[in-house]
């Protein structure tokens, strides 16, 4: 009776949500009120996340049982929000009540869709991983149509959306489906760490890729790391202290900007049941966690992007040359649309070092000068901690084949 009674009062009182390109000089201001509900916030900043558009300052709060948020976004150029059309969906989006799945799976799971079948894997981080899987899939008749790849603290979890290669659906024979399982299970052991990928087949909805990823590698702990001074310098600074008299717990995070900082780090504050951190070790767990958090996404190695005609096996073979040449995967994101495909890399050497150029001219004569870019930052400079080459010319191969316990109730930024 108490969950219905609280339905209906959001239901009497549906979120309200204003957008104005007057109030700031420099961003557009979106303000969400209504009566507050576990995840909302998590909802709004999605909605943000996807729309590629960045929070530049944020005002929320929930006390008393309604909230009111407050966000400064610009576009990826740093300009503000003016087509209608993106502010109509903002408008619609943020004024319904869609609540997200919450689900903890295991950590290798297949769900069969209509459109293509979901493979989610987690497990112990090594060079080369990412081109076995690539290879495995492609042997098995698999077309990678989308994924996303995350590495941290020797942790790796990846979600992949794959169709069969010959009719181009969704992979729902279960036979075939035990066999990807089997043998991409057998790659993930394919090292000394005891954390054993368990096998299970999921029917669960369909969740936010990055959102399952935080959630995968959480699972997987990789919040616990050895205390080494290599980590101290980059790691963000996060301190939790007791508000008693507002019965709350404060939480202060310094970190270096990003694009989806927020949507990473908006996990803890205050206990759904209303009560704040209320131990020294649950205060650790809270700081160790929202810095793992940080960190997942964090753009470590150089960035290199891939932009060419999709075909079969294209992610095995790219995957393949970046191993052969030494490079190791730290992130990966996938995707293929109308026939073209762009993938998009971040690399270190094996050891975890930035790149040398060299390698770097070797992968782009065999990929193709103009197929795969040197993003961003390329001097390569910057010493970037990992835990812990030979190269095969194709010429221009591919130019001519076609902790969800904790509620967030105010932060700053």
Not at 320 to 334: D, Q
Not at 354 to 383: A, C, E, F
Request: with cysteine; net charge neutral; aromatic share 8%.
């Amino acid at each position: 009776m108490e969950d219905e009674f609280a339905k209906l009062i959001r239901r009497m009182n549906p979120p309200r949500v204003m957008i104005d390109n007057d109030a700031c000089e420099r961003a557009t201001v979106i303000q969400v009120d209504g009566v507050n509900r576990h995840g909302h916030l998590l909802e709004v900043v999605q909605v943000l996340k996807d729309l590629n558009l960045l929070i530049t300052k944020a005002y929320v709060s929930s006390d008393g049982g309604y909230l009111m948020d407050v966000f400064y976004v610009t576009d990826t150029d740093g300009k503000k929000i003016r087509d209608k059309g993106t502010v109509n969906y903002l408008q619609s989006t943020l004024e319904t009540n869609a609540s997200f799945l919450n689900s903890m799976r295991s950590s290798v799971g297949v769900i069969p869709s209509k459109q293509h079948t979901s493979i989610e894997l987690t497990g112990a981080d090594r060079p080369g991983l990412l081109s076995e899987v690539s290879a495995v899939l492609t042997d098995l008749g698999c077309n990678v149509v989308n994924a996303v790849i995350w590495a941290h603290n020797a942790r790796a979890a990846a979600v992949l959306h794959v169709t069969d290669q010959s009719s181009g659906c969704a992979i729902e024979d279960p036979e075939r489906l035990s066999k990807i399982k089997e043998l991409l299970c057998n790659v993930l052991r394919g090292s000394t760490d005891f954390r054993t990928p368990r096998m299970s087949i999921s029917s669960n909805g369909v969740m936010y890729r990055e959102r399952r990823l935080h959630q995968m590698l959480f699972a997987d702990r990789d919040f616990e790391r050895p205390e080494s001074p290599k980590y101290e310098s980059s790691r963000p600074h996060v301190t939790v202290m007791d508000c008693s008299d507002r019965d709350y717990t404060a939480v202060t995070i310094r970190s270096r900007d990003r694009p989806k900082l927020m949507f990473d780090i908006e996990y803890y504050i205050k206990h759904v049941d209303g009560f704040p951190v209320s131990s020294e070790a649950e205060r650790q767990r809270v700081i160790v966690c929202l810095e793992a958090a940080i960190e997942r996404r964090a753009s470590e190695g150089l960035e290199l992007e891939v932009c060419t005609d999709d075909r079969f096996g294209l992610l095995s073979d790219i995957t393949r040359i970046l191993r052969e040449n030494g490079l190791n995967i730290r992130r990966a994101e996938i995707w293929t649309k109308g026939g073209k495909a762009k993938d998009v890399f971040f690399v270190t050497d094996v050891s975890g070092n930035p790149v040398d150029p060299k390698i770097i001219d070797l992968v782009k004569d065999q990929i193709g000068q103009t197929i795969l870019q040197v993003k961003g930052n390329s001097d390569m400079s910057r010493k970037l901690p990992q835990e812990t080459a030979r190269s095969f010319f194709f010429g221009n191969f591919f130019r001519g084949r076609s902790f969800q316990n904790f509620k967030l109730i105010k932060s700053c930024s």
